[in-house]
C-alpha cells in the first residue's frame, strides 16, 4: 500500500514537471501608456502620463495591444497603446 502510494505521488510530480517544463514562455510582458496624455515635444515621461503593465501572449497576439484603461491624471477612461 505505501510503495503504491509513493509510486503515485512521483509520477504526479513528474507529470507537473512536464508541464511546467512544456510552458517555454510564450508570455511576454508589456507596458502601456496613455495616448491622449503624452506628448510629442517631450520624449520622457511627463506628470500626465500613465502607464500600465501587462501580459500578453506573442503568438497569439503578435500586434501591439491597444487597450481602454483608466487615466487617474485626466480622471477618465482613454486608449492606452503598447510601447517599447
Known amino acids: 500500500m505505501q510503495n503504491s502510494f509513493l509510486k503515485l505521488y512521483n509520477r504526479k510530480l513528474y507529470i507537473n514537471v512536464l ?3 512544456a510552458k517555454k514562455g510564450t508570455r511576454v510582458v508589456v507596458t502601456l501608456e496613455c495616448t ?3 506628448t510629442s515635444s ?3 515621461r511627463s506628470n500626465g ?3 500600465y503593465t501587462t501580459e500578453k501572449n506573442k503568438r497569439n497576439t503578435t500586434e501591439r495591444l ?5 487615466n ?3 480622471n477618465k477612461m482613454t486608449i ?3 510601447i517599447k
Open 80 to 82: 492606452h497603446k503598447e
Open 42 to 44: 517631450e520624449p520622457r
Open 36 to 38: 491622449e496624455a503624452r
Open 19 to 21: 508541464i511546467k517544463m
Open 72 to 74: 487617474p491624471h485626466l
Open 49 to 51: 502620463v500613465s502607464r
Open 66 to 70: 491597444e487597450l481602454k484603461k483608466f
